[in-house]
């Protein structure tokens, strides 16, 4: 029996990137893994690699955006496996462009809508269950929610809130037997960033990033399952995001500098 055997795992953001992998990394253990994100198909075709591989799944694709698609997820989920251990809240897009090329503020608005308020609408709607299950809360946040990034300010932002929302909810969930693992990634290789937004509010369409020189989505899910397991309080994948949560404290200009840097040299 592995940790996640039989384990009622709910993934969002599953048909790609960080999420899909997990998914893959996942099934050898033979959990029952809820797969979501809106291209249907995209999910199916993960179904049947995880099914191959020996996890039970159901496939519910849905806009999360949507508060009616986050409470079907959890419903879904329960009606189909009667019970939900483990939330992994991952779906998220990314925004790269300066402050003052933002055209329209209602683009910081849609950024913000994805990457927290649903995932705070999905965790109040799985939150029962969690609790019956003593079960375990993984949101996917970025090390660009604990430091400034420039260009990345709206990113930025969502992802800090959703740090402090679950460093908050963790507290109040001390005494229930559930868990908050928030996963810090640095850079991995998906398609985050050809579908980030620019100023304008339109996909940047190709990456700007040096791929060859970042963790990939299958590295990354290989940290998240060890740290999901021993439901360790945080994840970050990345020497220069450790460092940089001391820097930030005794040196903040220090990390200001490295994040610039990170910017500019695409990696
Ligand atoms: N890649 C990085 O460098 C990096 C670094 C730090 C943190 N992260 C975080 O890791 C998480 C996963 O990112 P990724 O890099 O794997 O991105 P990705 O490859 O673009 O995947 C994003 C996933 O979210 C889903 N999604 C997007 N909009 C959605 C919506 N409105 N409703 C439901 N699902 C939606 C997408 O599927 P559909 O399009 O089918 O809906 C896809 O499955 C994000 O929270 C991201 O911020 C990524």
């Known amino acids: 029996m592995n940790t996640f055997t039989h384990n009622v795992v709910v993934v969002t953001g599953a048909s790609e990137g960080i999420g899909r992998a997990l998914c893959e990394a996942l099934a050898p253990q033979r959990p029952k893994l809820v797969l979501s994100a809106r291209n249907a198909e995209r999910l199916e075709s993960l179904a049947d690699t995880c099914r191959q591989a020996g996890a039970e799944v159901l496939v ?43 055209e329209d503020p209602a683009i910081v608005r849609d ?11 999905l965790t109040m709607a799985a939150l029962p269950h969690l609790k019956a299950a003593h079960g375990r809360i993984v949101p996917v946040a970025s090390i660009a929610g604990l430091t400034g990034v420039p260009s990345r300010s709206v990113y930025c932002a969502s992802k800090h809130a959703v740090i402090g929302f679950f460093d908050s909810l963790r507290i109040e969930l001390a005494d229930t037997g559930v868990t908050i693992t928030t996963i810090c990634p640095d850079f991995v290789v998906t ?4 579908r980030a937004l620019d100023g304008h509010g339109r996909p940047l369409g190709e990456t700007p990033m040096q791929e060859s020189k970042i963790m990939t989505a299958e590295e990354c899910a290989a940290l998240m399952i060890p ?27 220090a990390i200001d500098r490295i994040a610039a840097k990170a910017i500019a040299e695409r990696k």
């Open 60 to 102: 519910v694709p849905g806009d999360l955006t949507r508060p009616g698609d986050c409470h079907h997820l959890v419903d879904a989920a329960m009606e189909r496996f009667g019970r939900l251990d483990t939330l992994v809240a991952n779906a998220g897009r990314t925004m790269w462009a300066r402050v003052d090329e933002i």
């Open 111 to 121: 950024v913000m809508e994805l990457n927290f308020f649903s995932l705070v609408t």
């Open 191 to 194: 398609q985050i960033h050809r």
């Open 227 to 253: 740290a999901m397991a021993k439901r360790q309080r945080l994840l970050i994948t990345s020497w220069r995001g450790k460092l940089g949560r001391f820097l930030k404290i005794v040196a903040p200009g």
